[in-house]
């Protein structure tokens, strides 16, 4: 099993930055490999949207459109981490931000491929 622990919302003026850390433990005696992580969103009232994943062998990335050339997602294999830094900020990127992990052969930004995913962190654009 694998625990994924989301940080880094909060709360911010559109045009601002915020940069999101996603922890991931493997909590049980048997090994797990990450294969990718991603970060999606979900609004009140909307449904759930992928933002961004990364494949951890090689770290290509992958964004949605709506974020691209704002959002940039990296990783530290060391730590175990992955991070979302967002910058200009707009009041539509409101939403629980959620951090998932696969270790399947592939996935997509709509969730499929996905095993384990984070309780969220809330990020909050004002205008």
């Known amino acids: 099993q694998v625990q994924l622990v989301e940080s880094g919302g909060g709360s911010v003026q559109a045009g601002g930055s915020l940069r999101l850390s996603c922890a991931a433990s493997?909590?049980?005696?048997?090994?797990?490999?990450?294969?990718?992580m991603g970060w999606f969103r979900q609004a009140p009232g909307k449904e759930r949207e992928g933002v961004a994943g990364i494949w951890t062998r090689d770290s290509t990335p992958l964004y949605a459109d709506s974020v691209k050339g704002r959002f940039t997602i990296s990783q530290d294999n060391a730590a175990n981490t992955v991070y979302l830094q967002m910058n200009s900020l707009k009041p539509e990127d409101t939403a629980m931000y959620y951090c998932a992990a696969g270790r399947g052969s592939g996935f997509s930004m709509s969730g499929i491929g996905f095993d384990y995913w984070g309780q969220g962190t809330q990020v909050t654009v004002s205008s």
């Open positions: 493997v909590v049980s005696r048997y090994t797990y490999t990450i294969a990718y």
